[in-house]
């Protein structure tokens, strides 16, 4: 096939952009080129979304792939490509739905944010309304977490480089939390197969929800670790000042109660259509091993320094 992508150059559309090129498909790259490398083997082709879409000037192609949560950028992209595409893949999100409390909901059952209001989530319904609109055959993902080589964001990358250490880690909450993620590899193989097989709909592309303590004790295993897990309540680490999700002195994987069903979504759709996932021991090996390689390694944008989960668990103990 002759795939547009629309990025290629970070994270996950680089990873649909390897894989699509390994595959044997014929792959453009358009990207402003100053976030990263495209994969060799494509074809790059250097532009500004803002300015427009003229260096594609007369080009088809069987499928496009795009991941901007810029709606103009998309709105642009469809007027664009009009009648030069003939499959069309959107990589949304699961911060499009505004309730993000109740957990197992569907991806037809949760309402969505105002695609006029301001913010990550209703962008992402704006770019969505964009695709539909444009006729084309189209496959939505709202992706969930999205994790794995390449992610320097540690919202799961924390927990193998922290059981890696060993000793003893502190860990929010109960170990029956459930949690959810998705391996940039996996999702992108399913997306890749997606655009081939012509798939069509909404889905929510992320991983079966799972209790926090198995997800852990099998990050443990792939890295090789013996760290002993010592789990510490919600509102404990609250009361001081422990941040869930992500930023200075904080938590990953861990979000604040009325957030449950956003790490818990019923992702049996995306299964029946095809997605796969590979083991978290897996996922923690090689994300360690791509966060090891690093020549400068990305700073810490989540997750507790050493001095202050020593501090809060003495705290815990001595309660």
Request: a negative charge; proline letters at 7%; charged letters at 20%.
């Amino acid at each position: 096939m002759r795939m547009l992508i629309l990025g290629g150059s970070v994270f996950l559309s680089r990873s649909i952009a390897g894989q699509a090129i390994a595959a044997g498909h014929d792959v453009t790259c358009a990207s402003r080129g100053k976030s990263g490398t495209a994969p060799a083997g494509t074809t790059f082709v250097q532009l500004d979304r803002s300015v427009g879409l003229d260096p594609l000037a007369d080009q088809t192609f069987d499928a496009v792939v795009d991941v901007s949560s810029n709606p103009e950028h998309v709105r642009e992209a469809v007027k664009a490509l009009a009648g030069r595409v003939a499959h069309w893949t959107y990589v949304s999100s699961i911060s499009a739905y505004a309730d993000q409390s109740v957990p197992g909901q569907l991806a037809h059952q949760t309402p969505l944010h105002d695609p006029d209001a301001e913010g990550y989530g209703p962008n992402k319904v704006a770019c969505e309304d964009a695709v539909r609109s444009s006729g084309v055959p189209a496959l939505i993902c709202r992706a969930g977490l999205i994790v794995g080589p390449g992610d320097a964001i540690p919202r799961f990358s924390y927990w193998p480089l922290r059981l890696a250490k060993g000793g003893e880690v502190l860990v929010p909450g109960e170990p029956e939390r459930l949690v959810q993620y998705v391996d940039v590899a996996d999702l992108s193989s399913w997306l890749l197969r997606g655009v081939t097989q012509g798939l069509t709909g909404t889905f929510d592309g992320t991983g079966p929800a799972r209790p926090f303590g198995d997800l852990l004790t099998e990050i443990a295993s792939g890295v090789g670790s013996n760290a002993k897990l010592t789990w510490v309540d919600h509102d404990f680490l609250l009361d001081r000042g422990v941040e869930p999700w992500a930023g200075p002195h904080s938590l990953p994987l861990w979000v604040w109660r009325e957030y449950a069903g956003m790490l818990c979504r019923d992702t049996t759709p995306a299964t029946a259509a095809g997605l796969t996932v590979r083991s978290a021991a897996e996922t923690a090996r090689t994300t360690l091993d791509w966060w090891r390689g690093q020549k400068t390694e990305p700073a810490l944008a989540a997750g507790l320094t050493p001095e202050e989960e020593t501090a809060l668990l003495r705290a815990w103990h001595n309660r």
